[in-house]
């Protein structure tokens, strides 16, 4: 069984920072990529971040140049530091992986919980 688990969100005033966490656990025998979406209320889910496990970056355009997503692949964690908060931003973030648990199988995508971003002054 894999699980992600994330952690960081939280109320936060426009223009300030968070980073958020999430860590893949269980059967995991390689991670093709990590990534992060986001559903704000009324809205479908849409692409934050992703990386893949060479180190290759995607972001949208929305948040480009307030955002950095990054690995520590020893940790099978992913995180994603938001600056520069808008209230637009505020949304539930979910983490999203494609995982594998033996080489023998095909990767398999799994999402997080998610964790709520409130940004509000």
């Known amino acids: 069984q894999v699980q992600l688990m994330e952690s960081g969100g939280g109320l936060v005033q426009p223009g300030g920072s968070l980073r958020l966490s999430c860590a893949a656990s269980g059967s995991i025998g390689s991670i093709n990529f990590m990534g992060w979406y986001r559903q704000a209320p009324g809205k479908q889910r849409e692409l934050v971040a992703t990386?893949?496990?060479?180190?290759?970056?995607n972001y949208a355009d929305s948040v480009k140049g307030r955002v950095t997503i990054s690995t520590d692949n020893a940790k099978n964690t992913v995180y994603l530091q938001l600056n520069s908060l808008k209230s637009e931003d505020t949304a539930v973030y979910y983490c999203?992986?494609?995982?594998?648990?033996?080489?023998?199988?095909?990767?398999?995508?799994?999402w997080g919980q998610g964790t709520q971003v409130t940004v509000s002054s």
């Open positions: 990386i893949t496990s060479g180190g290759v970056t």
């Open positions: 999203n992986a494609g995982i594998r648990k033996t080489v023998a199988l095909a990767f398999h995508e799994y």
